[in-house]
């Protein structure tokens, strides 16, 4: 297994890097042997958390411009305010110019004001995801496309430019828990069925390893290997060297300044990685025995020189184990 790291888009008060400190750590992270670098989207600020207001295949392509050869990603991109059609030409000429592979984790959103800014209906988001990730699967696939959707039609479209390897799509969401149990909705699990894996969105093991068995089985009834299918886990974490009180202290603190209105700082603790650092090391080794190909972690903290001593207690005390 191998770590990602997440690009600290919000590390100021408009949660954006002043450029020069956002090159400066997409550079240090290659240089590190970081996986991949990714970012998180929304397009206002949500009420759970403090998150990146960038335009994502933008700000990838600017990181990708910036570094030599490590993988760029989205995760994830909120795929039902976009065409898909659009997604998948920026997509390729992204690809096409770095010379390097781009995923795309693709989630639907949440947040209404995003989809009332952009003239989306926001009980049509499940409708239109699934339409526009088969969309932008078979563009990626096939040599020409004519598809007939009730969001989006093309007809003998080819995409340019053409590209041998295509971007890798990673299919974002999870379960939810009701009262007979958490339950991971068919609607969901579909999702899978135009994706290269999945994208796991932070919370506890139990949940994120239960969910992976829901899909699994679906994937098997589906004549699909489910070891063969990517699996990718988003992971928040501020990392404290030393032990007891004081680093859930400093944890929680640096949680707590993240975190919204609507969410207390007892649900970061529960759902985004804590602990030592033999306890978050532990908790990665699970990801890797479940058989995750890659974790990124995102560091915590709204001051850029702190996420670059984050990315360097990342790399000196966890990344010397999965690699």
Known sequence: MQLGVGLPSFASETHA???????EYAR???????????LIEHLVDPPT??????????????????????PVGTSVMLLPLRNPVMVAKRAATIQHLAGRRLTLGLGTGYVEAEFDAVGVPMEER?????EAIELLWRLFHEETVTFDGEFYSVEGFRLEPSLGRPPRILAGGGGHDTDEGRRVYRSVKSRLDYADGWIAAPGPLEAVTGDWASFARYLESAGRDPDAVEKVALQYLHLVPG???????AQRNAYREMLGPERPVEYAMENWLSGTVAEVREALA???REGFDEVILYPVTPD????ERQLRRYRDRLLPDFE
Not at 55 to 68: C, F, K, N, R
Request: glycine share 6%; aromatic share 14%; hydrophobic share 45%.
């Open 17 to 23: 890097l002043p450029p020069h400190r956002f090159e």
């Open 28 to 38: 240090t992270a290659e240089a590190f042997g970081f996986a991949g670098t990714w």
């Open 49 to 70: 958390y403090a998150s990146s207001l960038l335009d994502p295949l933008s700000t990838l392509s600017y990181v990708a411009g910036a570094t030599d050869a490590i």
């Open 126 to 130: 499940s409708a239109r995801y699934l």
């Open 243 to 249: 032990d007891g009180e004081a680093v859930a202290r």
């Open 286 to 288: 699970t990801y890797e």
């Open 304 to 307: 850029p020189a702190a996420a």
